[in-house]
């Protein structure tokens, strides 16, 4: 079982960056696939990126390609989203996962971002 927590998630006025984190309980974590999703009020939820358990895939929505940033430390066991030049549009709850080849089998509690004009 892996236990994923989302961290780093605020108000930022437009033009800001956040960095969120995503750090899991388990060194299987490791091995696992991770993405970052976000839900907006009233919006389906949506995939931002993904990284491969090695680093070496990454995968990003049109809507941040060039603004955000994922990685991941694994002596850390965290999965990072650098967020630069953040719109207002960006603001949603955003949720990291983890599994095998994007088969997302654990999710963390999300952290809410928001973003003022």
């Known amino acids: 079982q892996v236990q994923l927590v989302e961290s780093g998630g605020g108000l930022v006025q437009a033009g800001g960056s956040l960095r969120l984190s995503c750090a899991a309980s388990?060194?299987?974590?490791?091995?696992?696939?991770v993405g970052w999703f976000r839900q907006a009020p009233g919006k389906e939820r949506e995939s931002v990126a993904d990284i491969s358990w090695s680093g070496a895939y990454t995968y990003y929505a049109d809507s941040v390609k060039g603004r955000f940033t994922i990685s991941r430390d694994p002596a850390k066991n965290t999965v990072y989203l650098q967020m630069n030049n953040l719109k207002p549009e960006d603001t949603a709850v955003y949720y990291c996962?983890?599994?095998?080849?994007?088969?997302?089998?654990?999710w963390g509690q999300g952290t809410q971002v928001t973003v003022s004009s």
């Open positions: 996962a983890a599994g095998d080849n994007r088969s997302y089998d654990y």
């Open positions: 388990a060194r299987a974590f490791k091995r696992y696939h």
